[in-house]
């Protein structure tokens, strides 16, 4: 291990003097080639110990976990968002619909009142149709029975008249006969007319 350090100091020195050689002290800037740091980085790359490579790969393993978690995360997060959306849409759709259908319970309830009206005032109007019409008839009636028994009064004004007329015909042939009951008894033929049966 010792080995190991040893050779990162040596090639951390060999930097250093590689920036030290060339350069503007006044401005502090060191010019280098680049070919001689990519050289002595990739030797520091290679001495360095199993162990910080293994930790070097874990840390960049770490970074890419971190990446796919993230990503993951993200994509659970827009999905969460995507359902929950998906959710509220349906909410808001069965909201919707849960409006409308009482919308329509009260257009029904509604229409039922006014067909209700309705029916009550069309029975109204054909029971006072009913009951003018009863009147009517009732009123139609009356004169036509009060026009029978004015007619039927008449007729039998009219029999009572032929009726005393009859029986002032009889109570004249009666009086008659009375006279001729001699006559009529001479000749029977003729009484046979005037049997009662």
Do not use: H, W
């Amino acid at each position: 291990m010792n080995s190991q350090q040893d050779v990162i100091y040596g090639l951390m020195n060999e930097l250093e003097e590689a920036l030290d050689n060339k350069g503007f002290p006044l401005l502090g800037f060191s010019v280098v080639k680049k070919d001689t740091v990519t050289n002595i980085l990739d030797k520091l790359y290679a001495a360095l110990p199993d162990e910080i490579k293994e930790a070097r790969a874990l840390l960049r393993r770490k970074d890419e976990l971190q990446y796919e978690a993230q990503q993951r995360a993200e994509k659970v997060v827009a999905d969460a968002q995507s359902e929950a959306n998906r959710l509220l849409s349906e909410s808001d759709l069965l909201r919707a619909v849960q409006r409308e259908a009482e919308k329509i319970k009260e257009q029904v309830i509604t229409d039922c009142e006014e067909i209700k009206r309705k029916a009550m005032d069309e029975a109204e109007s054909v029971r006072a149709q009913a009951l003018d019409e009863v009147s009517r008839i009732k009123d139609g009636a009356n004169i036509y029975a009060e026009q029978v028994l004015t007619n039927l009064e008449q007729n039998l004004g009219q029999l009572q008249e032929i009726v005393k007329n009859g029986q002032v015909q009889l109570e004249r042939r009666r009086i008659e006969t009375d006279g001729q009951a001699n006559y009529a008894n001479q000749r029977p033929e003729f009484a046979q007319d005037f049997k009662m049966v």
